[in-house]
């Protein structure tokens, strides 16, 4: 509940009200957003004691523009939490890491090349970790093992047989693991509330969702370079294969860093990039979560480049599941419905520019549109919108409880959780089946083939040429031991 309080209070409301409005938030809505910003505040302003404060490393920090940085920049803004360590493989990004650190009053973090001895401070409660996807389950599993509480980037694994892996270590550690899932929390609570709506059957059965995530970037083969100085590519590769470092000459196109994710072999391009989050909230939004579909097959898709030097993802594609209710999730590269003209909380339609041409809902749009027989939805990082004026403009009568508390910091829930020992809004539970989904996805692509899936085995049923793919064999060293 708001409490009556000083003008500056009451002005800090009413600016919070009209911001969220202008986000495109039902004013209803925006006022439950606002009563969880102030019950953060009143925790935040609470005195942190030394032995509360959160000793914390960051693995895989990268470059500028890596979600390392992000997360690292959600993290330091929390009350009482404190950097002392970061690793990354490439010299080069740690040392431009540790320089913002120490700019930011972290003054005497260390640099490690090598996750391992990062780890080895005893002093350090918890990590974040933005490493290639090929790592995270390997990253992750020692560092719960080693004491520590974990946020993960998304996408949780790398294969379904690793987000089995993560499960099993989560409950035997009794550690707290948060995937960055963050469309749960962030964005305003703009999907909560999309996920809030369907729960609460605004648009009646939900017959389609179509998760519009992107196509996937092409290459023509990339040559072999020198490895960098500042990177120890053997280390960087870990589990994989050994393979020729590639770079274009106009440094472009790589199998490293960013452009990892357009590779199989170290991601599941689109499907576990954008994947992640759209299809998370698909699962969140039907009732899905640790369960999953039960049919996995590819409408349609281009073929991907057989150059073993080129981006080898599927450039455009259609995937749908199907699950036990009937309902059909689609997640694709773009050509889905050509929803037009949609109203948003006003019950208008939004306009471009200067109100001179609406703003229509593509075929091709990133987000997702929940298809229901009374009705649609299209939610984006950008808006929520209905194909009705009293879809968004009515109330929620009875709350569907989609959590026990409404965080509006994916990364604040982490630390609260920490504390609390209460499950993150986005546990190992709920990113590993949200990651299995988009892991079929990929198995589908790749397979060609229609498959049939148990979501409680967590297996393909008939056949063991799919059931394979549900793993990767490591290099040596390497071994995912569970």
Same mark, same amino acid.
């Given at each position: 509940?708001?409490?009556?309080?000083?003008?500056?209070?009451?002005?800090?409301?009413?600016?919070?009200?009209?911001?969220?409005?202008?986000?495109?938030?039902?004013?209803?809505?925006?006022?439950?957003?606002?009563?969880?910003?102030?019950?953060?505040?009143?925790?935040?302003?609470?005195?942190?004691? +030394?032995?509360?404060?959160?000793?914390?490393?960051?693995?895989?920090?990268?470059?500028?523009?890596?979600?390392?940085?992000?997360?690292?920049? +959600?993290?330091?803004?929390?009350?009482?939490?404190?950097?002392?360590?970061?690793?990354?493989?490439?010299?080069?990004?740690?040392?431009?890491?540790?320089?913002?650190?120490?700019?930011?009053?972290?003054?005497?973090?260390?640099?490690?090349?090598?996750?391992?001895?990062?780890?080895?401070?005893?002093?350090?409660?918890?990590?974040?970790?933005?490493?290639?996807?090929?790592?995270?389950?390997?990253?992750?599993?020692?560092?719960?093992?080693?004491?520590?509480?974990?946020?993960?980037?998304?996408?949780?694994?790398?294969?379904?047989?690793?987000?089995?892996?993560?499960?099993?270590?989560?409950?035997?550690?009794?550690?707290?693991?948060?995937?960055?899932?963050?469309?749960?929390?962030?964005?305003?609570?703009?999907?909560?509330?999309?996920?809030?709506?369907?729960?609460?059957?605004?648009?009646?059965?939900?017959?389609?969702?179509?998760?519009?995530?992107?196509?996937?970037?092409?290459?023509?083969?990339?040559?072999?370079?020198?490895?960098?100085?500042?990177?120890?590519?053997?280390?960087?590769?870990?589990?994989?294969?050994?393979?020729?470092?590639?770079?274009?000459?106009?440094?472009?196109?790589?199998?490293?860093?960013?452009?990892?994710?357009?590779?199989?072999?170290?991601?599941?391009?689109?499907?576990?990039?954008?994947?992640?989050?759209?299809?998370?909230?698909?699962?969140?939004?039907?009732?899905?979560?640790?369960?999953?579909?039960?049919?996995?097959?590819?409408?349609?898709?281009?073929?991907?480049?057989?150059?073993?030097?080129?981006?080898?993802?599927?450039?455009?594609?259609?995937?749908?599941?199907?699950?036990?209710?009937?309902?059909?999730?689609?997640?694709?590269?773009?050509?889905?419905?050509?929803?037009?003209?949609?109203?948003?909380?006003?019950?208008?339609?939004?306009?471009?520019?200067?109100?001179?041409?609406?703003?229509?809902?593509?075929?091709?749009?990133?987000?997702?549109?929940?298809?229901?027989?009374?009705?649609?939805?299209?939610?984006?990082?950008?808006?929520?919108?209905?194909?009705?004026?009293?879809?968004?403009?009515?109330?929620?009568?009875?709350?569907?409880?989609?959590?026990?508390?409404?965080?509006?910091?994916?990364?604040?829930?982490?630390?609260?959780?920490?504390?609390?020992?209460?499950?993150?809004?986005?546990?190992?539970?709920?990113?590993?089946?949200?990651?299995?989904?988009?892991?079929?996805?990929?198995?589908?692509?790749?397979?060609?083939?229609?498959?049939?899936?148990?979501?409680?085995?967590?297996?393909?049923?008939?056949?063991?040429?799919?059931?394979?793919?549900?793993?990767?064999?490591?290099?040596?060293?390497?071994?995912?031991?569970?």
């Amino acid at each position: 509940m708001l409490h009556r309080g000083t003008l500056s209070r009451r002005g800090f409301i009413s600016q919070s009200m009209a911001g969220l409005t202008a986000a495109g938030m039902p004013g209803w809505y925006a006022a439950q957003v606002i009563a969880a910003q102030e019950k953060a505040k009143v925790e935040e302003k609470k005195t942190v004691s +030394a032995a509360d404060r959160m000793i914390m490393g960051a693995i895989g920090i990268g470059s500028p523009k890596s979600r390392g940085r992000a997360i690292y920049g +959600a993290a330091k803004a929390i009350h009482g939490v404190q950097y002392v360590a970061a690793c990354d493989a490439d010299t080069g990004h740690l040392k431009n890491a540790l320089d913002m650190m120490k700019k930011d009053g972290f003054s005497d973090v260390v640099g490690y090349p090598d996750y391992r001895n990062l780890l080895d401070d005893k002093n350090i409660n918890a990590v974040t970790i933005a490493t290639p996807d090929h790592w995270h389950a390997l990253v992750a599993i020692e560092a719960l093992r080693r004491g520590k509480d974990v946020y993960l980037e998304k996408p949780l694994t790398l294969t379904v047989a690793e987000a089995e892996a993560l499960r099993k270590v989560v409950k035997e550690t009794g550690r707290t693991l948060q995937t960055g899932s963050q469309q749960r929390s962030d964005m305003n609570g703009m999907f909560r509330l999309a996920a809030e709506l369907i729960r609460t059957n605004r648009i009646g059965k939900i017959k389609t969702i179509e998760c519009r995530i992107g196509k996937n970037p092409v290459s023509g083969p990339i040559p072999k370079a020198p490895v960098p100085k500042t990177l120890d590519w053997n280390l960087w590769l870990g589990p994989t294969a050994n393979v020729d470092y590639l770079l274009s000459k106009d440094g472009q196109n790589t199998n490293c860093h960013y452009e990892f994710r357009w590779f199989y072999e170290y991601s599941g391009g689109k499907m576990t990039d954008w994947g992640a989050h759209h299809l998370d909230i698909a699962q969140w939004s039907l009732g899905m979560d640790g369960n999953g579909p039960i049919a996995i097959e590819t409408l349609e898709a281009d073929a991907p480049s057989k150059d073993p030097t080129a981006y080898n993802c599927h450039p455009n594609f259609k995937v749908q599941y199907t699950y036990a209710n009937g309902t059909k999730v689609i997640a694709m590269s773009g050509g889905g419905t050509n929803a037009g003209e949609m109203f948003n909380k006003d019950g208008k339609v939004p306009m471009i520019g200067k109100d001179t041409k609406p703003r229509l809902v593509g075929p091709d749009e990133n987000g997702i549109l929940f298809i229901g027989e009374g009705g649609n939805i299209f939610v984006s990082r950008s808006m929520i919108v209905a194909s009705d004026k009293k879809l968004l403009a009515e109330p929620i009568k009875v709350d569907p409880n989609l959590y026990d508390g409404r965080p509006i910091s994916h990364m604040a829930n982490f630390f609260d959780c920490v504390k609390s020992k209460k499950k993150p809004i986005c546990d190992v539970e709920i990113g590993a089946s949200s990651v299995t989904v988009c892991h079929l996805g990929v198995i589908a692509l790749r397979s060609g083939k229609k498959l049939k899936w148990d979501p409680i085995a967590r297996k393909f049923l008939g056949d063991d040429s799919a059931n394979k793919m549900l793993s990767r064999e490591y290099r040596a060293p390497w071994k995912l031991e569970v």
